[in-house]
């Protein structure tokens, strides 16, 4: 069943196309990378997702229903939440709060937000951040708990936008295990935004890569890596060599 | 019903608040028992009142971060509607006081829909200009007395009067805005802890993120507005009766507004202690300067200067007023 369709979009930032003219698919229970060198158009193509810019053309149905329209919290209340790349907290909310926020957006009442939130942060393996500020914490702490912020609210599919970035392998290890967790047990269908290839080529199952706005290739992670397209514009020839190599 | 144990419970604190709470509650129930002069009990009086202005303005300015100047407006049109109402149709303030809210909260709604299309300092320069613009119009309106204002006088009435609270000593006013104050801090207690509250603060971190959990931003405030609107406005309602004495100067004067801002912002804003601490402060301070200082020793408008100092050292040492240092040598402790 197609969960998300997205069909020519195109974003112009007055002279600026950062998408043009992409369309692509998500099947229910997919987990795809989307992947692109800086400025490939990327985290703008979530916040037209997501409602947060308004497209200039084309059209989002998001689980046959056309959202192309709607407002970044009426697209939310359909199921469809994010995380953001860089995360800007005045300091006001502790860990625990912040994961309620998100579980207000099914449930009116504090207890049962407070006691989903706590389930949510027990599976993401962060409870004990509980009653921290989410300012005072490192950023690998930081994404989880957007992470977990944007699963309070139930979503059927979850945006992810570089939540391995600036990450130490040992915590990107962490990250993939709670993102496997989030799609093969809490049963979301997940895309994500991410640099760290070695993320994107364990977890994914498909890979979308922009380049200037395109959308340049489509494939399962292995024939992505050896696209030769792919290589040029984003992984360069040291990343296939490299691969050749650990793998020889 | 969780709606009520929200309000009663305030389990969340430390004891030491909970001690401290108490104490002071208490004190202020027994406060009337001390033979004191009249001049402390109007300044408890008045305490009491801008404690309640700050309560109502913490949950959009503090809870909320929108930074509001321009809340004499509805002192004003809560002031203005008891009075109206008492001096032309006798109407008892237990009628004119909701009416009045329903009123402010109207205006509320107008000036809020398009207003909080802006953002931090636009905003509090237009919540300024409307406050501005109201009482201009009340300057000239000669339905409710334009310039001269209006005056409640006691003479016809028999006070005590319960009905249109109509007294001749304070202490019935102390009671009254006692109570008030009382049932304030349970609303907060419960609004702080209510899916509207978590929201605003969400809000306040960080809007983009507000928006993708499924807030609507714009909404959020403009009831969160309108709730604070309701606040100031029962105690422009109390005002009227007792001060007796309303006019636009007084009443809807910039001096109120940023009075009512700064006390929260002093005291700490975003939290429920916080416009209480900050009344506690200034109130007596403001009294002791314009009274006493002002008018004996001649030092006109040193209590201006003086807020202009606080105002420079919070925004430079603790936005979060005196409740952020507290909380700051807690979390220290803690570490």
Redo the contacts between chains.
């Keep these: 069943m197609t969960l998300l369709e997205v069909q020519h979009l195109t974003k112009n930032f007055g002279g600026l196309t950062a998408n043009d003219d992409i369309s692509f698919h998500m099947e229910k229970g997919e987990l795809v990378g989307l992947i692109g060198p800086n400025g490939a158009g990327k985290t703008t193509l979530f916040n037209c997702i997501s409602g947060l810019h308004a497209v200039t053309s084309g059209r989002i149905v998001f689980d046959g229903e056309d959202i192309t329209p709607l407002k970044a919290h009426e697209v939310a209340r359909r199921g469809l939440a994010r995380t953001f790349q860089v995360y800007v907290a005045a300091g006001d909310l502790t860990v625990e709060e912040n994961v309620m926020v998100g579980c207000f957006m099914k449930t009116a009442s504090r207890s049962r937000a407070r006691a989903h939130a706590d389930q949510i942060l027990r599976e993401l393996n962060i409870r004990d951040l509980s009653d921290y500020m989410v300012s005072e914490l490192p950023v690998a702490a930081q994404k989880r708990v957007t992470m977990a912020t944007a699963i309070g609210s139930d979503p059927k599919l979850l945006l992810l936008d570089e939540v391995a970035a600036g990450l130490n392998p040992n915590e990107v290890e962490a990250i993939m295990a709670s993102i496997r967790h989030v799609h093969d047990e809490m049963g979301i269908t997940v895309m994500l935004i991410e640099h760290v290839m070695e993320l994107v080529m364990k977890v994914t199952h498909r890979v979308i890569v922009l380049d200037y706005g395109r959308k340049i290739a489509e494939g399962d992670p292995e024939s992505i890596s050896t696209n030769p397209q792919v290589i040029k514009a984003y992984l360069g020839e040291r990343y296939v060599k490299e691969q050749r190599s650990s793998a020889g | 019903m ?1 709606t009520i144990k ?1 309000a009663l419970d305030f389990s969340d604190f430390p004891r030491l608040d909970l001690t401290v709470a108490g104490a002071v509650a208490l004190c202020l129930i027994i406060f009337p028992l001390f033979p004191l002069s009249s001049f402390a009990m109007s300044t408890m009086i008045q305490f009491l009142m801008f404690a309640l202005y700050g309560m109502g303005w913490n949950t959009i300015g503090g809870y909320g ?1 929108q930074v509001d100047l321009g809340k004499a407006q509805y002192v004003g049109i809560g002031a203005y509607t008891t009075a109206v109402m008492l001096i032309r149709w006798d109407i008892p303030f237990w009628v004119s006081m909701p009416i009045g809210v329903c009123f402010a909260v109207t205006w509320s709604f107008i000036i809020g829909y398009p207003l909080f299309r802006l953002k931090g300092h636009y905003f509090a320069i237009a919540t300024i200009a409307t406050s501005l613009v109201l009482k201009d119009i009340f300057e000239v309106w000669e339905f409710v007395g334009a310039a001269r204002g209006l005056e409640i006088s006691p003479i016809k009435y028999h006070p005590p009067d319960f009905l249109r609270l109509i007294f001749r000593e304070d202490i019935y006013y102390f009671y009254f805005i006692l109570g008030f104050f009382f049932l304030g801090i349970l609303y907060i207690n419960w609004f702080r ?3 509207l509250g ?2 605003l ?2 809000i ?3 809007e ?10 714009h909404w959020a405030k403009i009831k969160t507005y309108a709730i604070a609107t309701g606040f100031v406005s029962v105690v422009g309602s109390f005002h009227a009766c007792y001060i007796k004495n309303i006019e636009p100067e007084d009443t809807m004067s910039l001096d109120i507004s940023i009075l009512i801002a700064l006390m929260a912002m002093l005291g700490g804003a ?1 939290s429920l202690w916080g416009p209480i601490i900050g009344a506690g402060i200034l109130i007596p301070l403001k009294s002791y300067l314009k009274e006493w200082l002002g008018a004996q020793a001649g030092l006109v408008g040193i209590d201006l200067i003086l807020y202009a100092l606080i105002i420079m050292l919070i925004s430079a040492y603790e936005p979060r007023g005196v409740w952020g240092i507290i909380e700051k040598i807690r979390r220290r402790k803690r570490a």
């Design positions: 969780e929200n971060g802890k209510s899916r978590y929201q603060r969400s306040k971190d960080n983009d993120m507000a928006r993708s959990l499924g807030i609507n931003v975003g």
